[in-house]
T-cell receptor, first 111, second 112 residues
Framework: GQQVMQIPQYQHVQEGEDFTTYCNSS?????IQWYKQRPGGHPVFLIQ?????EVKKQKRLTFQFGEAKKNSSLHITATQTTDVGTYFC???????????FGTGTQLKVEL | NAGVTQTPKFQVLKTGQSMTLQCAQDMNHNSMYWYRQDPGMGLRLIYY???????DKGEVPNGYNVSRLNKREFSLRLESAAPSQTSVYFCASSGTGSSTEIFGNGTRLTVT
């Protein structure tokens, strides 16, 4: 089935540093979604990317979809302690009926 | 509040016991999903229901059964719990024409 590789698995940064997580697929994707899960919480939808080369921003978060629609990245500028959590990418599979999630990148932010 | 409601929040079972995890959504969504989350494994799909009256296996269905009771409710049953089923279980739903999923708060299950 569809596999999505997400790297890195963990990232530990000082507050104010930037952070990037990457999601890679061996096949062309119709779209890609990003979710955030706070410690002890549940995944929460952040954004969906559909178009080749698409870039979307949410305050300090920048999401990109690769030109070939096989990869995506989430970049956080000047991390804050509120950014702590695990970030997942997710792609449509099964004829568009379900999502396959990446393994996630756990972000820890130190003061 | 509108959303996905899961019960119970916590559960401890002994090996061989059975239980049903309940999930209900009040957003009139067609599709519902059950995931399990284990450390380092991300979210793995157990079963899903694309519409009322249909259910399909996901990536890790063994040891589980589901029932789509009506459009609102989708339950997950463990007939004979095993320690390997210790996990956090999430229910999610998505609406017609949208693949984005809304998650419940999760059920933390421990099997001893």
């Amino acid at each position: 089935g569809q596999q999505v590789m997400q790297i890195p698995q963990y990232q530990h940064v000082q507050e104010g540093e930037d952070f990037t997580t990457y999601c890679n697929s061996s096949t062309t994707l119709s779209n890609i979604q990003w979710y955030k899960q706070r410690p002890g919480g549940h995944p929460v939808f952040l954004i969906q990317l559909v178009k080749s080369g698409e870039v979307k921003k949410q305050k300090r978060l920048t999401f990109q979809f690769g030109e070939a629609k096989k990869n995506s990245s989430l970049h956080i500028t000047a991390t804050q302690t509120t950014d702590v959590g695990t970030y997942f990418c997710a792609v449509l599979t099964g004829g568009g009926n379900k999502l396959t999630f990446g393994t996630g990148t756990q972000l820890k932010v130190e003061l | 509040n509108a959303g996905v409601t899961q019960t119970p929040k916590f559960q401890v079972l002994k090996t061989g016991q059975s239980m049903t995890l309940q999930c209900a959504q009040d957003m009139n969504h067609n599709s519902m999903y059950w995931y399990r989350q284990d450390p380092g494994m991300g979210l793995r799909l157990i079963y899903y229901s694309a519409s009322e009256g249909t259910t399909d296996k996901g990536e890790v269905p063994n040891g589980y059964n589901v029932s789509r009771l009506n459009k609102r409710e989708f339950s997950l049953r463990l007939e004979s719990a095993a320690p390997s089923q210790t996990s956090v279980y999430f229910c999610a739903s998505s609406g017609t024409g949208s693949s984005t999923e809304i998650f419940g708060n999760g059920t933390r299950l421990t099997v001893t």
